[in-house]
């Protein structure tokens, strides 16, 4: 079974630029989450989609947002980059997102932002 | 607000020894326990996890790990860790039924020296 995969790996962007990450859940997953990992405030949770609708939100600015399709497949954006943007972002899989309990996680993509 | 708190941040130790690594929550309801690793250079995996039931729980790779409802923690242990358990551990909780959105603690690097 293939696992959580997240487009692209690494990418590098300006301020005031807008970005958009891609994640692929593990088949037959219906909930996706998304985090921020930074050296400073480590994982935090930005949100959750299950069944195409947000679920969680976590204390972000509304510069992050975040979309799931009908294939379950998620996206998340950034608009308006800032220096402190710069993070790997790392998306979760869950098979029902409830009461299973254990999240699968991608490899991430890096963002750097200049 | 639930947080999670890890007491080391760093840890060095040799070949064959024991490991301990404390972790304490806040939340009062009823809630799942986990702790990832993250090996350097690959993505979070699940070592273990506790939803009810016994209080000590067995995971891969040897680790075990503690539930103490009235102390809020769940520390991690290993009787003799290996060099190739060198890597970062996090522990997170979630709020029962809310699978997607995990708090994780600010992570403990571990270090085995061969």
């Known amino acids: 079974k293939a696992g959580v995969t997240q487009t692209p790996r690494y990418l590098i962007k300006t301020r005031g630029q807008q970005v958009t990450l891609s994640c692929s859940p593990i088949?037959?997953?219906?909930?996706v989450s998304w985090y921020q990992q930074t050296p400073g405030q480590g994982l935090q949770f930005l949100f959750e989609?299950?069944?195409?609708?947000?679920?969680n939100k976590g204390n972000f600015p509304g510069r992050f947002s975040g979309r799931q399709f009908s294939n379950s497949r998620s996206e998340m954006n950034v608009s308006t980059l800032e220096l402190g943007d710069s993070a790997l972002y790392l998306c979760?899989?869950?098979?029902?997102?409830?009461?299973?309990?254990?999240?699968?996680f991608g490899e991430g993509s890096r963002l750097t932002v200049l | 607000a639930q947080s999670v708190s890890q007491h080391n941040h760093h840890v060095i130790l040799s070949e064959a020894a024991s490991l301990e690594l404390g972790c304490n929550y806040s939340?009062?309801?009823?809630?799942?326990l986990f702790w990832y690793v993250q090996y350097p250079g690959q993505h979070l995996q699940l070592l273990l996890k506790?939803?009810?039931?016994?209080?000590l729980v067995k995971g891969i790779k040897g680790f075990e790990a503690e539930f103490i409802k009235s102390k809020f923690s769940f520390n991690l242990r290993k009787p003799s860790v290996q060099w190739s358990d060198t890597a970062e551990y996090f522990c997170?909780?979630?709020?029962?039924?809310?699978?997607?959105?995990?708090?994780f603690g600010q992570g403990t690097t571990l270090q085995v020296k061969p």
């Open positions: 979760a899989s869950s098979f029902q997102g409830k009461d299973t309990g254990e999240l699968f």
């Open positions: 088949s037959g997953h219906r909930s």
């Open positions: 989609y299950f069944s195409e609708t947000q679920r």
């Open positions: 939340y009062g309801g009823t809630v799942n």
């Open positions: 506790y939803f009810s039931g016994d209080p």
């Open positions: 997170a909780v979630n709020r029962y039924g809310n699978t997607g959105k995990l708090i």
